[in-house]
């Protein structure tokens, strides 16, 4: 009778092992990403934990020996490491060994950072005051970039921004008046043209007093000014 306990707790400890995803320091952060999308390697901005360097990856690059990036979702990435697969979340500081199927990228993610109260719409201009945008930007930025898509736009073979998809209602970019399918080309008035580029100038906001997007609605230019009051 004991051998028969010990042989179904032993089965029952195996069973539930073999469905945890354990947990594994790969030596990185990430902090944000730009989706892959068909054909389009996605780019990942990647900490490195013991020396602080922020670097741009992109979809197949080798990060360090033995530790390869093999897919980047919206919200979370994919390394090869000796021949298996880890998935880390943005923000978070340790991968998990894949043994249950990726989550959707598509699925919702409730914002729950948008104070209404905190901002004010005219025209084209969004007022946001001084509190909510370094409780935003400061301390939910990693959020804010998994609020939305964005895939790279090609035109003529020549990236030229990136589109804007499954936009989260009550986010901040609905707040601002974005839509699913604006082309955003520059911020701060520099061209938009290259994927690591495009991650630094949303990280370079963190400073900034005010900020400009031009985008592309249906071809046509459009453009969102954001001040801090």
Do not use: W
């Not at 389009?40 to 490195?48: I, T």
């Not at 701060?188 to 043209?193: A, K, M, T, W």
């Amino acid at each position: 009778m004991l051998n028969r306990v010990m042989k179904i707790c032993f089965v029952l400890t195996m069973f539930l092992f073999s469905h945890v995803a354990i947990a594994s320091d790969i030596g990185f952060t990430v902090l944000g990403v730009i989706a892959s999308s068909k054909g389009k390697a996605g780019v990942a901005l990647l900490k490195n934990k013991k020396t602080n360097k922020v670097s741009a990856y992109r979809e197949g690059s080798i990060v360090k020996k033995n530790l390869k990036i093999i897919r980047i979702y919206r919200k979370n990435v994919d390394f090869d490491q000796n021949g298996k697969t880890l998935s880390m979340k943005v923000g978070d500081d340790e991968a998990s060994y894949k043994n249950s199927p990726q989550p959707s990228n598509s699925a919702p993610v409730a914002s729950g950072l948008v104070a209404s109260n905190g901002f004010q719409k005219v025209g084209s201009t969004l007022t946001v005051n001084r509190e909510l945008k370094d409780e935003l930007v400061n301390n939910n930025l990693n959020k804010i970039l998994m609020q939305a898509a964005a895939v790279p736009h090609m035109k003529e073979g020549r990236l030229v921004g990136f589109k804007l998809l499954e936009i989260d209602s009550g986010s901040i970019y609905e707040v601002a008046g974005f839509q699913n399918g604006d082309v955003i080309t520059h911020i701060n008035e520099q061209p938009i043209n290259d994927a690591g580029l495009a991650i630094r100038a949303l990280r370079s906001l963190k400073t900034a007093a005010n900020a400009s997007f031009n985008y592309l609605r249906q071809n046509q230019p459009h453009e969102l000014i954001i001040k801090i009051n």
